[in-house]
């Protein structure tokens, strides 16, 4: 029997194409997180600060974050992909609509996606680092031999 050949597979979630790039599935997740977004304004006229980041954080987030250190980006594209998704949600909270995105993201306590993706990354190494997560760290990291010990044993 012949295997078939295919571009693009979907497992868990997670659209896996053949040049193994994250493109389709950040479109994809924008595509479904923006559908939330047209449900929320349909529903909701007017938005505070308050509800727009329970409902934001609720419905909104998770479709454009579903996996993300699966298919981890570094394409500009695909950030900016998903960072469009959030500077048009910003918008919906009526008092802010004005502002630019960065002022808005400080008034309502958000960051943007990337740097939520880079403090995960580091919240992640530092666990691993700091055998919090049960894994050779030797798999991920060979670490230089500065003197310094993150384990808290004495190199001298």
Known sequence: ???????????LGIYITSDLKPS??????????????????RNFKRLDAEDFLLIYKIYVR??????????????????QVLESVQRTATRMVSTL???????????????TLERRRIRGDLIETFKILTDIEKVDMEQFFE??????????????
């Open 62 to 79: 998770p479709h454009i974050e579903y996996c993300i250190q699966a298919w981890s980006l570094h394409l500009v594209k695909d950030i």
């Open 97 to 111: 609509k004005k502002l630019p995105y960065e002022s808005r993201l400080h008034r309502l306590g958000l960051t």
């Open 24 to 41: 389709t599935q950040c479109v994809r997740a924008a595509r479904k997180a923006r559908s939330v977004l047209a449900m929320v304004r």
């Open 1 to 11: 029997m012949k295997i078939k050949e295919t571009t693009m597979e979907k497992d």
């Open 143 to 156: 670490l230089s031999d500065t003197g310094y010990n993150l384990r808290g044993h004495n190199n001298s």
